[in-house]
């Protein structure tokens, strides 16, 4: 299997063609094997247009998504990021391409595990921690974050990630009810908090 080739014909027509401008995204997700962060199972269709199960009845978003929350938090290179659910690691290793720092949260102790040693098996682990606990409740120890990226859903966000964000500070976060979700872009400056809706999604329930 030509990989790259898969990659990048993802890049261009799943990213590119419906509207993800920001370069580092795109040259991060042209660059990170998402094959080798997926069950065995997944290998063969994990550039399809769509979300795949990843196991404990979760599930590795589709790569749209995954690009337009990385763009949603427009990271330069310098900021520290709070990930809540790792799953598998892959957006977290995408996390991890944008910013200096990323710390992620995991609530299944199997999936932390498996998205530590994807991550240590494409030597994406340098500049990544990845904890086992309830991120509902953020990371006080390296607060406050410059972005935070929540994916998994609830139906509002929650105080303590609110609390953690730097100002300037920008989170992404599906939120709403199960069927019916909006990824928002929430904005933090001047101690108030904007939001906008990036789009409409459907995202497994933050426990
Ligand atoms: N971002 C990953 C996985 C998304 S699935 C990817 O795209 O590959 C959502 C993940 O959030 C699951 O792994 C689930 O176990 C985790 N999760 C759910 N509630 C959580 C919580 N309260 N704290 C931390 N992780 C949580």
């Not at 014909?9 to 094959?35: C, F, K, N, S, W």
């Not at 932390?112 to 098996?121: D, P, Q, T, Y």
Request: charged share 25%.
């Amino acid at each position: 299997m030509d990989w790259s080739a898969k990659r990048h014909e993802m890049v261009e027509r799943q990213l590119r063609a419906r509207g993800i401008r920001d370069e580092r995204v795109l040259a991060a997700m042209a660059e990170i094997p998402r094959e080798e962060f997926v069950p065995e199972s997944q290998r063969a269709s994990c550039y399809a247009d769509e979300p795949a199960p990843i196991g404990y009845g979760q599930t590795i978003s589709q790569p749209y998504m995954t690009a337009l929350m990385a763009e949603g938090l427009e990271l330069k290179g310098t900021e520290t990021v709070l990930e809540v659910g790792a799953g598998c690691g892959y957006h977290t290793a995408v996390l991890g391409a944008l910013a200096a720092r990323v710390v992620s949260i995991e609530l299944i102790p199997e999936l932390a595990e498996m998205a530590r040693s994807n991550l240590a098996r494409t030597g994406r682990l340098g500049n990544v921690t990845v904890i086992v606990g309830d991120g509902s409740l953020g990371w006080p120890e390296e607060a406050p974050y410059d972005a935070i990226s929540v994916e998994a859903a609830a139906v509002e966000a929650p105080p303590a990630l609110l609390e953690q964000l730097r100002d300037p500070g920008r989170m992404v976060m599906p939120v709403g009810p199960d069927w019916d979700q909006e990824l928002l872009v929430l904005c933090k400056a001047g101690g108030r908090i904007t939001k906008r809706v990036a789009a409409y999604c459907r995202f497994v329930p933050l426990r």
